[in-house]
């Protein structure tokens, strides 16, 4: 019947249409479930490589804050112990200014007194009174100890002391009286000292017997201390290392020798074996240490 065909047409419609908007909603849901695998994916890599990234960057990260903080720290503690070590070399210098003046007249009377006894002939008196205030200035710094240490020096000569008085004062006892066996003797030989200042050699002297320097060292505080290291060897050009035998008027190491007061000046020999006879130049070495002398003229 024309109503039940339009009814028919109606529902083949409706179907049709249904079946349309089943095709249109399967593509969508396709493409929307598409768009969201993908995006899933897309994040899934993005997250893998966020927390892959981050398990890189967290140990450096983390060592960074260990030394970032290892460094803050020390900074912040090596300011507080300047501060504190600051303060206490003020506290030091403030105690060591009060003992200064608290004991200036002390030292002021010792000179006093040592003029008083060197002036009547005295002096015996006269050198311990020059020594009494010698270790006051050595420790305050009242005057030149350069000229204390002298007159020091030269009462033991005069008080007759010499034996029992400073190394320094058998200076004497180091210079020969005879150096015609030897076949080069030099007075203030030339050498090259890059090191050590305050000793030098004065004089060389070689014969076929041994090789013998006289040295001279310069005390640069109270209770200077030297000593001779058995390890101490010259050296030629025209042979090989000559160890140290013996020394005259210095102690070989352990043993120490002392010089009393600044600017006091000890002299002393080393010697050694013959070096040969065409060598021309010979070094010194004391091993770890500053005595290290070399192209010493010896012909």
């Known amino acids: 019947m024309p109503g039940e065909a339009r009814d028919l047409n109606f529902l083949t419609g409706k179907k049709k249409k249904n079946v349309f908007f089943c095709f249109i909603s399967w593509k969508t849901s396709t493409f929307v479930t598409y768009i969201t695998i993908n995006y899933l994916e897309i994040m899934k890599k993005s997250l893998f490589l ?26 912040v503690l090596g300011v507080l112990n300047n501060s504190i070590e600051s303060a206490e070399r003020k506290k ?28 009547d002939g005295n002096w015996e008196e006269a050198l311990n009174k020059y020594e009494e205030a010698a270790k006051l200035n050595c420790t305050y710094g009242y005057s030149d100890q350069k000229q204390i240490s002298r007159k020091i020096s030269g009462l033991y000569e005069k008080a007759g002391r010499t034996e029992d008085g400073p190394s320094i004062l058998n200076n004497g006892k180091t210079i020969l009286a005879d150096y015609s066996k030897y076949r080069y003797v030099r007075e203030n030989p030339v050498y090259v000292n890059k090191k050590e200042s305050g000793t030098k050699i004065v004089r060389v002297a070689c014969s076929n017997t041994e090789t013998r320097l006289e040295m001279e060292t310069e005390a640069s505080s109270a209770d200077h201390w030297a000593h001779i ?69 010896c012909k």
């Open 50 to 75: 966020f927390a892959f990234g981050l398990l890189a960057v967290m140990p450096a990260q983390a060592q960074w804050d260990r030394i970032h903080t290892s460094t803050t720290i020390s900074g």
């Open 92 to 119: 030091q210098m403030e105690i060591r200014a009060q003992e200064k003046a608290q004991y200036e007249q002390s030292f002021r009377d010792a000179m006093e007194e040592a003029k008083s006894f060197e002036a």
């Open 229 to 297: 290291s058995g390890k101490g060897y010259i050296k030629g050009n025209k042979g090989g290392k000559l160890t140290v035998e013996a020394a005259e008027n210095i102690t070989m190491a352990p043993a120490k020798t002392y010089i009393p007061w600044p600017y006091q000046k000890l002299r002393f020999v080393l010697i050694f074996p013959a070096l040969p006879e065409n060598a021309t130049e010979f070094d010194f070495i004391v091993p770890s240490s500053n005595w290290q002398f070399k192209d010493i003229k």
